[in-house]
C-alpha cells in the first residue's frame, strides 16, 4: 500500500501547480475580440427603433434570447409589458382564457342555445399564447387587434 500512494504524485508547494491564466499570453490579440462591438449592438438597436423610446428591452427568461426592443410598460402590473413589434416570438394555436373571465351560470337554462352561443364569443375574448421561439418557453399572450401582453419575461434597460 505504501507503494501506491506514493506513486501518486501531489503537489505539496503551491507554487508547484500552475494555473489557466500563466498559460495564457495575453499580447497576442484574441482572434474573436471587438472593441467596437458595444458602438455597433447600439447602432443596430437605434436602427431598429428609428429614434424611439422604449419603456424595456425584453428578454427570454429562461434562454435569455431577445424578444421585443420596443414596449410599453403596463400602468398598473409593473411586471407586465404591450408591444405590438416583436422578434423570436411564436404564437401557438393553444387558446387562453384571461384571469378572471369566469362566466355567470345564473339563468342558463332559460335562454336559447343560439344565445348563449353569442354571449359566450361576444363577453369573454380568448387569447392565444406566444412563446419564445428558441426554448418553446410561455412568455404572454396576443390578443384579436395582433397586440403582444408579455408577462413572463425579463426587462433590462434601454
Known sequence: MDESRESVASPTNSQ???SDDDEIDYSV???FYDSDLDNKDESWV???RKGKRTDAV???PACFTTLCLECQRHEIYLTQYRAMFVV???ITD???FPHGSKKR???RKARKPEEAEEESSTSVEAVSQVCCSVCSTEVGVIDKDEVY???DVLPSES
Request: overall charge positive.
Open 16 to 18: 508547484q501547480t500552475v
Open 29 to 31: 490579440k484574441p482572434e
Open 46 to 48: 437605434s436602427s431598429k
Open 58 to 60: 425584453l428578454s427570454c
Open 88 to 90: 423570436n416570438c411564436e
Open 94 to 96: 393553444k387558446k387562453v
Open 105 to 107: 351560470r345564473k339563468n
Open 149 to 151: 401582453h408579455f408577462y
